[in-house]
C-alpha cells in the first residue's frame, strides 16, 4: 500500500532501471569503444550471470526474445521494451494484491491509479498529518477495529459510543457519536453514510480537514481513555 500511496515503484525495480538507463544512455552514444559496451556484449557472448539473470528476468516478464542478438539497435529496442512491460507488471500486481486484501478492504475503494497521492506532495501539510491520512486511508489507526485478529476472540466493540459498532476506521469517520462535534466542525456534517466515508478518504478535497479531524477525534480518545 506504501507503494501505491507514494506512486513508487519496489526498490529492485528502481534499480533495476537506473541500470537499464545507464546501459540506454551508453548504448544511444553509439560508441563501440565504451567499456561498458563491451562488458555487456562480452556478457551476451559469454553468457554470463549477469546475462543469465537478465534473461530471466526477461522471461519473468513474458518476453523471452529480448537481448538475443548482437545489434546495439536491438539493445536499446529491448531495453526500453523491458522497462515498459516491468513498469506495467508491478503495477498490476500491486493492484492484484490489494484487490485480494482481506484485512484492509477500503484500500482497494479509494485506490484506483498509480499517482502519487495529493496530500503526500503538499509540501505545506504538516507530517503529523500526513500520517494521521496515510493511517486512515490503509486503515492502520491506532482502533480497536483489527479484523485480522478475529480469532481469538477479541473485542472490536467501540468503547465511546457503546452502540454494539466496531470501533473502526468507518465507525469513527461517519457514525461514532462521540465525535458529533468534531465531525460537524471539520468535515461539515454530524454523520456519513459509508460511502460518503469512502469519498471523504479518496482525498480528493480537504483532506486538510480530514487529518484535522483525525488529529482532534485521536485528542478526545486519549483523554477520555
Ligand atoms: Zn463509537
Not at 490489494?98 to 484500500?107: D, M, P, R
Request: with cysteine; hydrophobic share 40%.
Amino acid at each position: 500500500m506504501l507503494l501505491l500511496e507514494c506512486g513508487r515503484h519496489s526498490i529492485f525495480l528502481t534499480g533495476f532501471k537506473l541500470h537499464l538507463k545507464y546501459l540506454l544512455q551508453v548504448f544511444k552514444q553509439n560508441n563501440k569503444n565504451r567499456y561498458t559496451f563491451n562488458c555487456f556484449e562480452h556478457s551476451i557472448r559469454e553468457k554470463n550471470s549477469f546475462y543469465t539473470n537478465l534473461i530471466n528476468i526477461c522471461k519473468e516478464a513474458g518476453l523471452p526474445t529480448l537481448f538475443k542478438t548482437l545489434s546495439l539497435k536491438e539493445y536499446i529496442k529491448d531495453s526500453e521494451t523491458l522497462l515498459l512491460r516491468l513498469h506495467e507488471q508491478e503495477k498490476q500486481l500491486l493492484f492484484a494484491a490489494v484487490s485480494k486484501a482481506q484485512f484492509h478492504t477500503i484500500y482497494k475503494e479509494i485506490k484506483s491509479d498509480f499517482l502519487m497521492e495529493d496530500y503526500l506532495g503538499d509540501i505545506q501539510l504538516p507530517f503529523d498529518y500526513m500520517k494521521l491520512i496515510f493511517a486512515a486511508r490503509t486503515e492502520m489507526l491506532p482502533i480497536k477495529y483489527k479484523p485480522w485478529l478475529k480469532g481469538s476472540n477479541i473485542d472490536f466493540m467501540c468503547t465511546f459510543c457503546y452502540s454494539g459498532e466496531s470501533d473502526s476506521v468507518i465507525h469513527i469517520l461517519c457514525s461514532c457519536i462521540s465525535f458529533i462535534a468534531e465531525r460537524k466542525q471539520f468535515l461539515g456534517q454530524n454523520f456519513f453514510n459509508h460511502y460518503e466515508g469512502l469519498t471523504i478518504l479518496k482525498c480528493h478535497t480537504n483532506y486538510v480537514n480530514l487529518a484535522k479531524f483525525l488529529k482532534e477525534v485521536f485528542k478526545v480518545r486519549k483523554v477520555t481513555k
